[in-house]
């Protein structure tokens, strides 16, 4: 179901648009097939935080983490001294800190977000970094005093351009994903050669590969994190697959390194390459979004049963609702899911919206289009404070800086409202024997 809630007008705050994958790019020429449906809707309150000029940062790619400080720490991908990316730290009132700008010795481009671990340490990723060492990217610690630590440094075989964010397992471990490297013939999004790994990792620095992907029927191209489930085992996605689709699995890894595929996409109605992580509902199914694919063809949103059965719960239009889901979901407080789109909305440039675990969805905000560059990308998952308030960043900002016209990304926080109307959307089973359920309702409130 669909839910309008805000319409951002032109005057109110503008934005850039480009999205992370090319096939999502050419999708920003397309007519929105339902700009009639324009109504009156109750005021939204989205604060700009933070917006990137290119010395202070530039496209985070990452989201937000809560430093449990009072503050909210995430990285960018460009920008800082050296151009290769930085860390830093804002508040809900925008009060905003650089802590580390990348050399490109260190590490490069930091693409996922940042993980707190137990020892009240920060941890991430970069793709590249050390040239010397073949530039396949490293893992690093960053103190809460600011002291900076590579702690390792990919090699190839044991995996290469690392983009998500860790995740810390029940030893202390953290557990993450190299989207290339390993074994395995996958042609990534770098020239790194490789179908990837899932790989474990001690606060200390000693490394373990889990798991090489060959890019046969175990899928490869892991570019999202890992999950940890409530049976301790580990759960993420890759792009690739193997069949004619090519469009990518869902599996879980135990600690160990056992491997299992639960589920391959075939590009229809469940869905083509799932790019977010994953995220599990108290009643141990797991939720995800995949960029393409569903009934429209513009993306879903699926659940994956504890048995291994995949339903797309929402199937994306492109239109008011949005289209080309890159982020993973967020589980809220008040256990709804939130997540973002890529196109759609009233401008085309995405939305931000709240879903069900029925698939009732909630467009809480529609960013606008501006004639500068475009709208507004947010290729990470949301965060949501105590008060219910969300926080994310977008890959582009209004105002053109050194690293691109449509800006360099911004920081905001968005108090949703409560208020509008409902179109029922997709239920639908995926798989190879999935059978479309498309029925359309109005409801107005």
Do not use: W
Not at 245 to 257: A, E, F, L, N, Q
Request: aromatic content about 10%; charged content about 15%; proline content about 4%.
């Amino acid at each position: 179901m669909l839910h309008i809630l805000h319409l951002l007008k032109k005057n109110d705050m503008k934005f850039s648009h480009s999205l992370t994958m090319a096939s999502i790019v050419s999708s920003v020429l397309l007519t929105l097939s339902s700009t009639a449906l324009v109504f009156p809707l109750s005021a939204q309150t989205l604060t700009i935080l933070q917006e990137f000029v290119g010395s202070d940062g530039a496209q985070p790619a990452s989201g937000l983490v809560d430093g449990r400080d009072g503050r909210f720490y995430g990285t960018t991908q460009h920008g800082g001294a050296s151009g290769n990316g930085t860390i830093y730290s804002v508040t809900s009132a925008g009060e905003f800190a650089s802590l580390y700008s990348f050399s490109g010795a260190e590490g490069a481009l930091p693409y996922g977000a940042l993980t707190l671990a137990n020892d009240g340490n920060f941890y991430g990723t970069t793709i590249f970094g050390n040239s010397t060492s073949g530039n396949f990217g490293t893992i690093y610690r960053l103190t809460p005093t600011g002291q900076f630590t590579t702690i390792y440094t990919f090699a190839g075989a044991d995996g290469a351009n690392p983009k998500a964010p860790l995740v810390q397992g029940a030893d202390g471990s953290l557990y993450g994903t190299a989207e290339a490297g390993g074994e395995g013939d996958c042609q990534g999004s770098t020239s790194t050669p490789g179908c990837g790994t899932v790989f474990r990792i001690a606060p200390g620095g000693r490394n373990l590969t889990l798991y090489r992907f060959k890019g046969e029927d175990d899928g490869g191209r892991p570019i999202a994190g890992l999950v940890r489930g409530s049976d301790g085992n580990f759960y993420g996605t890759t792009l690739r697959s193997e069949g004619p689709c090519d469009c990518g699995t869902v599996y879980r890894i135990s600690p160990h390194g056992n491997f299992t595929l639960l589920h391959t996409f075939t590009g229809g109605i469940d869905g083509a390459f799932p790019t977010g992580e994953l995220v599990q509902a108290p009643d141990g199914s797991l939720y995800g979004v995949t960029s393409t694919g569903g009934a429209s063809g513009f993306g879903t949103v699926f659940r994956l049963s504890k048995r291994g059965k995949l339903t797309t719960v929402y199937a994306f239009t492109g239109g008011f609702e949005g289209g080309n889901p890159t982020a993973g979901l967020t589980r809220g407080k008040d256990g709804y899911f939130y997540g973002s789109t890529g196109i759609g909305g009233s401008n085309n440039a995405g939305t931000i919206y709240r879903i069900t675990p029925k698939g009732v969805l909630s467009v809480l905000y529609m960013f606008a289009f501006n004639s500068a560059a475009g709208g507004s990308t947010l290729p990470s998952r949301l965060i949501q404070d105590d008060k219910g308030d969300l926080y994310g960043a977008t890959f582009f900002g209004d105002q053109p800086c050194s690293f691109s016209p449509a800006g360099c990304g911004t920081v905001f926080r968005l108090t949703p409202a409560t208020v509008g109307f409902e179109v029922a959307g997709h239920s639908e089973v995926g798989g190879k024997t999935a059978r479309e359920k498309n029925k359309v309702l109005d409801k107005f409130r």
